[in-house]
């Protein structure tokens, strides 16, 4: 299959170009501008580059996936420059956090490692993200992994994220937000760029970016690479990436046809287990301290294994076409192929054989039934997208139909690289496979109607078909078979009402309905019940209301999701520092977020500021904990229940704030100071004190001059100052609670410190 993809991908390439060189154009008006534009089957004149058309071609790539100024639902634009002035070499979840309702977090404590986000307290494996209107979340995890996209956010030219169900989108469905990625298209002259950064920690990043313009044939070719090299705050915080962007492009007056191939390696030392109070607070320990790796050798000396990382490759190869059909029809069309290899590579201390399938080793007349492993969990994937999206625009109407099939092929298995002793033991035996596949077909058709000069209605309507497959064998040697199937509708209704020139407002109510993941669905069948693991569905109200006037911007959203069935965070992980969930019969989450955008003295200084308060709960909560008859001989004895009432969700803060101050006296110089409170988060569902994440308040500074005509090009010097003011704070963590017979207790819990303060500092030169 992979092949025959491959195969489609140049096809239609090839096909596509000689299609849009073979037929003759003629004049065409659009506004003001027009150019004349002459053909032939050698190739594509262009007299004058109508950039108002090519930016017009642009957008209709993510325009199926993208609200509108009218469209009744909570969202925020971020530009390219936006994006520049919050890019101190980290990844996208961190650029992103001076955005209403989100928490960031990272586990290496600088942000260029392993990092995450969180939108309204819905976690990432519930929120959707596009690229070109492509699909990213992996499907069996349904989350985007940003560290094996190491430096995307400096090839892209903007981002929407969507708040609540959003407008209907590609891909897995969006439970608490949907992010669309927009890749930076062509320019209109030819442009060079480089760019280095150094930072605390041993951080170093570097990129060159190029591109030949449009040229007189209508191609354009542009290309990034980059390079990010850092320690980390963290012991092991390792991190060794690579990232290539290229796209070719193809304009005509009425079309746009690009290839793009993005390829990302990254290379991290693993920093998922945290670190217990005690240990932060331990002189041989601190704050940075990482177990990851840990071992002791013959003579008891604590040591750490030098190669406890995880890693990965990723190639994503997209083709998109987009054609204006007729004055008031386009079309959108595309299909992606992303191919995705990774490991992790562990140290395991004292384990049993038996952990791996494996008989007991005797050797010398003594027999091991324990020892020591260094373990390869492995993963390769491919993953194939077609999509297909037409825009109807005339008078009062516009009129968006999309439809998307899906097709993702998983294997997951296991190999034992190293056994301390052995005797019989084949190398690099592999204890477990099993191989997961899903398929998705979705359609969606979405209206907004101008009822009148005031008024206008928006419709949505969506249908996703899911299938998932698994068989083989999982890590812990039981048998992984299954096969599920789900069928989702999902309507959503708006309208927007335009008070007057500065004043607006909206409502809306969208259904939201979304399939378990991949490793919620396996613990299901070891359980021995298949279907234990239910579908979440929600309903999301939102009424909003926002203020535009000589640059000064307000806005309030007032929201509430209803959830039946709603999958949320247990606080516990897996060996490998995966989410445990569990579904939740009844929960919602409430809230209000308000947003301030205000120019002040003569626009030499703007504030921006937005705050969430909101009230995450759960109906009716029953914890289960497994029981041990006591704490020396730790022998499981099966769960215990617990009834709580009504609860907080775990890793939704009540308030989340942030305020920018920016001060730009002259164009070429900008000074901004941000500061983010998150407050009190519960790790599990019991609202326990002592399971939770103290409130937290964090300072950035960054500044930026720009020397815009020398010799070299334009220069620009960049100084970012993350934790300003040099706060311990901690940004996420997990727990468990193990019971005893005797109704005792104990808890475990893994904190991830967040660096003190840190520096970075960045030159650029662009030609």
Request: no cysteine.
């Amino acid at each position: 299959m992979k092949k025959a993809f491959l195969w489609l991908t140049i096809t239609l390439a090839f096909g596509y170009q000689v299609s849009a060189q073979g037929a003759p154009r003629t004049q065409r008006t659009q506004g003001t501008q027009s150019r004349q534009v002459t053909q032939s089957r050698q190739g594509t004149q262009v007299t004058q580059t109508d950039s108002l058309e090519f930016i017009q071609l642009e957008e209709v790539i993510v325009s199926g996936t993208r609200a509108g100024l009218h469209t009744p639902v909570s969202y925020t634009n971020i530009t390219s420059s936006d994006i520049k002035k919050q890019n101190a070499g980290r990844n996208i979840p961190a650029i992103l956090q001076t955005t209403p309702s989100l928490v960031s977090f990272t586990e290496d404590g600088l942000g260029v490692g392993n990092t995450y986000f969180r939108i309204r307290g819905t976690d990432a494996t519930r929120i959707n993200v596009t690229l070109n209107g492509m699909p990213l979340n992996n499907p069996e995890s349904q989350e985007v992994y940003w560290v094996n996209l190491p430096d995307l956010s400096n090839s892209l030219q903007s981002i929407q994220i969507q708040r609540g169900v959003g407008t209907s989108t590609n891909g897995s469905g969006a439970f608490g937000a949907s992010i669309s990625l927009k890749s930076a298209g062509a320019r209109s002259e030819a442009y060079g760029e480089a760019s280095t950064a150094v930072g605390s920690y041993g951080t170093f990043s570097s990129n060159i970016a190029a591109g030949t313009g449009i040229m007189q044939n209508g191609l354009s070719f542009d290309a990034r690479f980059s390079r990010v090299l850092g320690n980390g705050y963290v012991r092991n915080g390792t991190v060794d990436h690579t990232n290539l962007y290229a796209i070719l492009s193809h304009y005509t007056d009425k079309q746009l046809l690009r290839l793009s191939y993005l390829k990302g390696i990254q290379h991290t030392g693993i920093t998922w287990e945290g670190v217990s109070e005690e240990q932060m607070n331990d002189e041989e320990y601190g704050r940075r301290y990482n177990p990851a790796g840990e071992y002791y050798d013959d003579e008891g000396n604590r040591l750490y294994y030098g190669n406890e990382t995880d890693n990965y490759y990723s190639d994503i190869l997209q083709l998109t076409f987009t054609r204006e059909l007729t004055r008031y029809l386009s079309l959108n069309a595309g299909i992606s192929y992303n191919h995705g290899y990774g490991y992790y590579e562990n140290y395991r201390y004292n384990r049993k054989y038996s952990d791996f399938g494996l008989e007991p080793q005797t050797i010398d007349e003594e027999t091991y039934s324990r020892t020591d492993f260094i373990r390869r969990k492995l993963m390769e994937n491919d993953f194939y997208v077609a999509n297909v999206g037409f825009d109807f625009t005339r008078n009062a109407l516009k009129l968006t139909f999309g439809g998307l099939y899906s097709f993702y092929d998983g294997d997951h298995f296991g190999n034992l690289p190293w056994i301390k002793h052995t005797q019989s033991i084949p190398a690099d035996y592999e204890w477990y496979r099993n191989v997961g596949e899903k398929s998705e077909v979705s359609l969606f058709t979405k209206a907004e109607y101008q009822l009148n000069v005031k008024l206008s209605l928006f419709g949505d309507l969506q249908y996703r078909h899911v299938g998932y497959r698994f068989s083989g064998m999982d890590d812990d040697l039981m048998d992984l078979t299954g096969n599920f199937n789900y069928n989702f509708f999902n309507p959503k209704a708006g309208l927007f009402y335009q008070l007057n020139e500065k004043n607006s407002l909206y409502a809306s109510a969208a259904v939201g309905q979304r399939e378990p993941l991949r490793a919620d669905l396996k613990d299901g069948i070891k359980g021995g019940a298949v279907n234990s693991i239910k579908p979440e569905r929600m309903i999301d109200y939102e009424l909003g209301y926002r203020y535009s006037n000589n640059g000064t911007q307000l806005g309030a959203n007032f929201y509430f999701m209803d959830y039946n069935n709603q999958m949320v965070q247990t606080g516990k992980l897996t060996d490998i520092g995966y989410k445990l969930m569990e579904n939740v019969k009844e929960s919602y989450r409430a809230g209000i977020e308000l947003e301030a955008s205000v120019p002040l003295w003569e626009e030499k200084v703007r504030v921006d500021a937005n705050a969430t308060f909101s009230r995450n709960r759960i109906r009716n909560y029953t914890a289960w904990f497994d029981q041990y008859d006591n704490q020396e001989n730790y022998a499981w004895q099966g769960q215990i229940s617990k009834e709580y009432g009504s609860t907080n969700i775990s890793y939704s803060p009540d308030i989340i704030s942030a305020v920018g101050l920016t001060w730009q006296p002259v164009s070429p110089f900008y000074l901004n100071l941000l500061g983010k409170y998150v407050s009190k988060q519960f790790m599990d569902n019991t609202s326990d004190d002592a399971k939770s994440i103290d409130a937290y308040f964090v300072s950035n500074l960054s500044a930026g001059y720009t020397f815009r005509k020398t010799r070299l090009g334009e220069i620009n010097l960049q100084l970012f100052v993350n934790n300003l003011f040099n706060s311990e704070y901690i940004a996420n963590g997990w727990a468990a609670t193990d019971t005893f017979a005797d109704d005792s207790s104990i808890n475990w819990i893994g904190y991830y410190p967040q660096a003190t303060r840190n520096i970075m500092a960045r030159l650029t030169l662009s030609f």
